[in-house]
């Protein structure tokens, strides 16, 4: 007993998540992170027909907003139209209210693809994993995995340089 809750009133930031066109993109998560320690404080999902979304229960502060692009060929962005989550701007979120207007028009992104062998042999990989995380700042920004051919595709990636590995844990591969 006595395990009890007094709940503070959070804020929330909404906006809508647009192809450079105007169209509506629906169904990427949009993330909130705490301005400073990165720390991730909510989603939402861009809704269908409307590409609007709504994150709710944000605590007090200044916020960094992500629409996450992984699986598309839109470029991953941070808020206000910049692909560095250093250089994004700050949202402040007040207890109660909501802050509005917290858009993206997403540019189409680059690709990094290729095919996986065997050394020994060249014979296709299949089913391994490849990621690209910016090169300047480490962070993670898409993947793909090899097809049956070897064969991968990573989409959606903002204009810059990267590093790429692979994941072959638990397959015998060296990574």
Not at 9 to 14: A, N, T
Not at 30 to 54: D, L
Not at 105 to 112: Q, Y
């Amino acid at each position: 007993t006595g395990i009890d809750f007094q709940l503070d009133l959070g804020g929330s930031i909404s906006g809508v998540v647009l192809a450079e066109g105007g169209d509506a993109i629906e169904n990427l998560w949009v993330t909130a992170y705490e301005g400073i320690s990165g720390q991730w404080m909510g989603n939402a999902q861009s809704q269908i027909g409307t590409g609007s979304y709504h994150i709710r229960g944000l605590p007090v502060g200044a916020h960094k907003i992500e629409v996450s692009t992984s699986g598309t060929s839109y470029a991953l962005e941070w808020y206000d139209n910049v692909y560095n989550p250093g250089l994004a701007t700050p949202v402040s979120v007040s207890s109660g209210s909501e802050t509005t207007g917290i858009n993206f028009v997403l540019a189409a992104g680059g690709t990094i693809s290729g095919v996986i062998t065997r050394d020994f042999d060249s014979l296709p990989v299949s089913d391994l994993w490849v990621t690209a995380y910016h090169y300047d700042t480490g962070q993670w920004t898409s993947n793909g995995q090899s097809q049956a051919d070897g064969s991968y595709s990573i989409t959606g990636l903002p204009p810059g340089e990267y590093r790429v590995q692979i994941d072959t844990a638990d397959t015998g591969y060296i990574g």
